[in-house]
């Protein structure tokens, strides 16, 4: 039976002033990039330079925006590539907490018996609106990326390529000709590495545990999935999720 492998690289957008100061963007504040977050796009670029994208999806945020052609205009193989902009990949809605302190959502999440990013402001989006959105973006990126690519799909026993992580930029997707980046947002890729592990089984990296999994990621920083998709009566289904690594700030940690 025939499956196409391909992988998929979450990265979380750059800083702005709003998350060096502590405060919440969400959807209402449409920041762009700080010195320092391009510095960190362009080091991410820069890392990700010689890796294989086919395609590349961002949220239509600015600070997503600016991230993703950062990492486009280094990248060699993203020259003749368009980038698809989704409202699907938006930052979760924090209502009215949005333009305040981050530290007082967290105490206003403790005060309620729960934690941050999981609790929900006044007005703002649940984790179940925000999971509901990811599977609209999964099952869209399914359906482009089978429709553009299933011609270079493998028969399953030829599919012996390594999906583990050695700490380098190509981990898991060496040898792989499809391989989506998708640029978004910190607690948007919470819910995103919550719904894979937990209703679509994703198996995670070696030695990495549930906690570690479903941590924020640091500004630019990488989630790795390796995706086994088949089709069935002219649709593509997500047959297999693995996790290569997560949370990977290696290429910032100079700056």
């Not at 959807?27 to 294989?52: N, R, T, W």
């Not at 509901?132 to 011609?151: I, S």
């Not at 790795?224 to 997500?238: D, I, N, P, Q």
Request: charged residues 25%; glycine residues 10%.
């Amino acid at each position: 039976m025939k499956a196409l492998r391909f992988g998929l690289t979450l990265v979380r957008h750059g800083e702005t002033h709003y998350n060096k100061q502590g405060l919440l963007q969400g959807q209402a504040i449409d920041a762009p990039l700080s010195d320092i977050g391009l510095q960190q796009a362009e080091a991410a670029g820069i890392y990700l330079k010689d890796v294989m994208f086919s395609n590349v999806f961002a949220s239509d945020m600015l600070r997503a925006k600016q991230t993703a052609e950062t990492i486009m205009k280094h990248n060699n193989s993203c020259s003749g590539l368009q980038m698809s902009c989704d409202p699907l990949l938006k930052e979760i809605s924090f209502g009215t907490a949005e333009g305040g302190r981050v530290q007082d959502v967290k105490e206003m999440a403790r005060a309620a018996g729960q934690t941050f990013p999981g609790f929900t402001p006044p007005e703002g989006e649940t984790q179940e609106q925000v999971k509901e959105r990811v599977k609209e973006f999964v099952e869209k990126m399914l359906q482009q990326v089978g429709g553009e690519h299933w011609g270079q799909a493998d028969r399953e026993e030829d599919e012996a390529r390594s999906s583990t992580a050695e700490g380098k930029p190509d981990d898991g997707v060496r040898g792989v000709p499809v391989h989506a980046l998708v640029v978004t947002h910190g607690a948007y890729m919470c819910v995103a590495v919550r719904y894979f592990v937990e209703e679509l089984h994703c198996s995670p990296p070696q030695g990495c545990d549930v906690a570690t999994m479903f941590s924020l990621s640091p500004n630019t920083g990488l989630c790795r999935f390796v995706l086994t998709v088949r089709e069935e009566g002219g649709r593509f289904t997500l047959s297999e999720i693995h996790c290569v690594f997560v949370h990977r700030g290696d290429h910032v940690k100079q700056l």
